[in-house]
């Protein structure tokens, strides 16, 4: 068994401390603590960051300039059509986007073999787009994602592409990809002690 980390211990030890102080501060989607916890009593793995899924509204400047785009609403479970509209409704400039991105866990192996069982774990269980995303003598990172995801343009520059018909029927397509990955988070709270 080859260990790829150094100083694996003093690592968890600081990821915990972040997370201690994320958790502190409000800042860890509430529904995959139980699931991050699970993962950092094991011995040989700690989690670095995480995100439960989620469906937003988000306005952008252009396509993929994520850092001067302004997320007009942001929901970590189902929406309603209404809180939907009500997050077009603050909508001014640039482009508007209907978005759907799946769990992304990024989780910290002591060894190759840690890595190996972690990720065919968590593919057996539908997190199709799971990889090793870090192999080196300073880190090696486990990234577990789904595939549930939607980009849907609404409008630009105030304007509204769609109609509410139209955003009723993604709302509904977005929900069942809600519930869709959240019980995959569940099956995998259930599973991850077997490692």
């Not at 699970?38 to 993929?64: Q, W």
Request: aromatic residues 8%; glycine residues 6%.
């Amino acid at each position: 068994m080859f260990l790829y980390t150094k100083n694996f211990e003093e690592q968890k030890e600081r990821a915990m401390e972040g997370l201690r102080k994320a958790l502190a501060e409000d800042k860890v989607d509430y529904d995959i603590i139980p699931l991050l916890e699970k993962i950092n009593a094991l011995d040989n793995y700690f989690t670095t960051s995480s995100c439960s899924g989620r469906i937003s509204v988000m306005e952008m400047p252009h396509f993929g300039d994520k850092v001067n785009s302004v997320w007009l609403g942001k929901w970590h479970r189902e929406v309603t059509v209404e809180e939907v509209l009500e997050a077009i409704g603050k909508h001014r400039s640039g482009q508007l986007w209907f978005l759907v991105r799946s769990p992304i866990i990024h989780v910290a192996a002591k060894t190759l073999e840690d890595a190996v069982k972690l990720l065919n774990l968590a593919v057996g269980l539908g997190f199709k787009y799971s990889n090793i995303k870090s192999v080196s003598h300073k880190k090696l990172l486990v990234e577990i994602r789904s595939t549930e995801r939607m980009d849907v343009p609404l409008g630009e520059n105030e304007e509204l592409w769609v109609s509410e018909e139209y955003i009723g029927k993604i709302v509904n397509l977005a929900n069942a990809q809600v519930r869709r990955f959240k019980g995959k988070l569940k099956r995998l709270e259930e599973e991850i002690e077997k490692l």
